[in-house]
């Protein structure tokens, strides 16, 4: 439920509230020491939230997601494990491509993604990812939705990607 809710306030107002990220952190430490022995639960849990954070992390810093989105999927991380998070992060990277193509579509600026993305590989930098400096928040992807996603389908089904 609190997934739901980081998408609608990600979609509504580009942003996840604090408050909403740490209740998802601490049920995660709570969920992760209820279902393993308290400290391979912890162990878990810590794990889960240092992966989550490490993996998104560079996007942040390049500009490509905001830290409320960092800060979502690493609290998801504490539910999951370092495990499954590993895998939420790939669906969720999948999902963000596709919402992003249907974005830049539904815009008419399936061209200009096309040449950023072409730019980044062709520097093996991922500076060509972040958005235009001046860019509206509204035309901005709202990328928690996809890391939301991505570690519900993980949870949802324990054996994808595995």
């Avoid at 604090?18 to 794990?47: E, K, M, Q």
């Avoid at 560079?58 to 409320?68: C, D, K, N, S, W």
Wanted: hydrophobic share 60%.
């Amino acid at each position: 439920m609190l997934l739901v809710i980081a998408c609608v306030t990600d979609v509504r107002w580009r942003r996840i509230p604090n408050p909403l990220v740490l209740t998802l952190a601490v049920t995660g430490f709570a969920f992760s020491v209820w279902v393993d022995p308290w400290l391979a639960g912890l162990g878990r849990a810590i794990g889960g939230l240092a992966l989550g954070f490490g993996i998104w992390i560079v996007f942040f810093v390049i500009g490509a997601i905001g830290a409320g989105d960092v800060k979502l999927f690493a609290a998801a991380g504490a539910w999951l494990g370092p495990a499954a998070t590993w895998r939420a992060a790939l669906v969720a990277g999948a999902i963000g491509g596709a919402l992003a193509i249907a974005m830049l579509v539904r815009e008419r600026r399936a061209r200009e993604g096309l040449e950023n993305v072409m730019t980044s590989i062709s520097t093996r930098s991922l500076a060509g990812l972040a958005a235009a400096p001046g860019t509206s928040s509204s035309r901005q992807l709202p990328y928690g939705v996809a890391l939301a996603c991505g570690a519900l389908v993980v949870a949802w089904i324990p054996g994808i990607l595995a």
